[in-house]
C-alpha cells in the first residue's frame, strides 16, 4: 500500500465519526410533511400600488398540491395594541372580523372568489399572492394555506399581515 494512500485510510478512519456530526448540524433534518412559510411576516403597500404577498412551501409529495389564499380583517375590537408577542388586534375569534376567501390555484387553474373577481389579483411563483391597486379594506392578515391530497402531516399554513398606507 503506498504511503498516501494509507494516511488517507487512516485520516478517514479518525475523521468518520465526525462527519456524521457535520451532517447533521448543516443539512436540514428530512422533511416530513408540508412546510409553509412566509419571508416576512409584515408587509406594507402604498394606497393604489401592488404588492406580493411571498408563500413558499416544501414537500416530498408529487400530488398537484391547491394553493388557499384566505383574508382576515384586524380585529373589531382594537383595545390594547401589544399584548406579547403579537399585537391584540390580530389575535382574536374569527366570529369578530371579517373573513373570506382570496383566491386559490391547483396547478394551473387560478380561481378568484367571488368578492375579488374584478381585482387584479393572481398566484405567481407557485404560492404568491399579487394584488395590484390595493385598497384601504385590504389592510389584515392573510393566511397561505396548501392542501396536498397525500401530505397532511406538517405545517400547512403561514399567515403575513398587510398594512396599507396612504401616499405621502
Known amino acids: 500500500m503506498s504511503p498516501l494512500l494509507r494516511v488517507l485510510l487512516e485520516s478517514t478512519v479518525i475523521l468518520l465519526p465526525y462527519m456524521s456530526l457535520f451532517k447533521e448540524s448543516v443539512l436540514p ?14 408587509r406594507y403597500a402604498v394606497l393604489f400600488q401592488s404588492v406580493v404577498l411571498p408563500c413558499q412551501y416544501n414537500s416530498v ?31 382574536c375569534a374569527d366570529s369578530s372580523r371579517t373573513v373570506r376567501m382570496v383566491a386559490s390555484i391547483s396547478g394551473s387553474s387560478v380561481t378568484l372568489s367571488e368578492y375579488y373577481k374584478n381585482r387584479d389579483i393572481s398566484i405567481n411563483n407557485k404560492a404568491d399572492l399579487r394584488i395590484g391597486e390595493v385598497q384601504w379594506g385590504d389592510s ?13 402531516e406538517g405545517q400547512n ?4 399581515e398587510l398594512l396599507v398606507l396612504g401616499k405621502l
Open 140 to 152: 389584515g392578515v392573510y393566511m397561505c394555506k396548501v392542501v396536498i391530497s397525500d401530505d397532511l
Open 61 to 91: 409529495s408529487t400530488q398537484t398540491p391547491v394553493v388557499q389564499w384566505v383574508y382576515k380583517s384586524y380585529c373589531r375590537d382594537r383595545g390594547g395594541y401589544e399584548t406579547g408577542m403579537r399585537a391584540s388586534y390580530l389575535d
Open 157 to 160: 399554513e403561514a399567515s403575513v
Open 29 to 42: 433534518p428530512p422533511s416530513f410533511g408540508v412546510h409553509v412559510f412566509v419571508r416576512d411576516e409584515k
